[in-house]
């Protein structure tokens, strides 16, 4: 019997999600996210994008989803601090990327839930791609940081595990 290890997952878009991005081109959308995965080790890698199709193959996230709390809540103290300074840090990174760019890369569903950690490499990933939005500047509001509050929320929780 031949095990086969899948690396690649392929996620389909509808049309709605992609028109939620403030009518930039699909193809502008791609090259922001294409640029910024080369810089950015903690983003999960699209290795093709299907324009037609409105799909994506990405690697597949090997880890823990940070909503998982019971096993989060098991991880070493240090492990649940090193992963909360690693989120900390992602986020200011991204906004490092609005200061280098001339409009605003962002996630827009930035929470535990779409944050893995891998044991083994002792990092994290942000995964959901296509939740990262183009914004104009000065069009972010408190809703896109609303996420990243519950995720402070949920790191000061871990410690008081």
């Not at 070493?76 to 200061?99: A, F, N, S």
């Not at 083994?120 to 942000?126: M, S, Y």
Request: glycine share 4%.
């Amino acid at each position: 019997m031949i095990k086969i290890k899948k690396n690649y997952v392929l996620k389909t878009l509808n049309m709605r999600s992609m028109v939620v991005h403030n009518n930039q081109s699909i193809d502008e959308w791609v090259n922001y996210y294409l640029k910024f995965q080369d810089q950015e080790q903690c983003l999960v890698k699209i290795t093709n994008f299907n324009k037609s199709k409105l799909q994506m193959t990405m690697e597949k996230v090997q880890g823990i989803n940070l909503a998982d709390t019971e096993i989060v809540a098991k991880l070493p103290r240090e492990v649940r601090r090193d992963i909360g300074c690693q989120i900390v840090t992602l986020y200011g990174r991204m906004h490092k990327w609005t200061v280098n760019t001339r409009d605003i890369f962002f996630h827009k569903d930035f929470n535990t839930s779409n944050i893995m950690y891998n044991p083994e490499t002792k990092l994290i990933k942000l995964i959901d791609p296509d939740s990262f939005q183009v914004l104009q500047p000065y069009s972010i509001n408190s809703v896109y940081h609303g996420g990243f509050i519950d995720t402070l929320y949920a790191i000061k929780t871990w410690e008081a595990l």
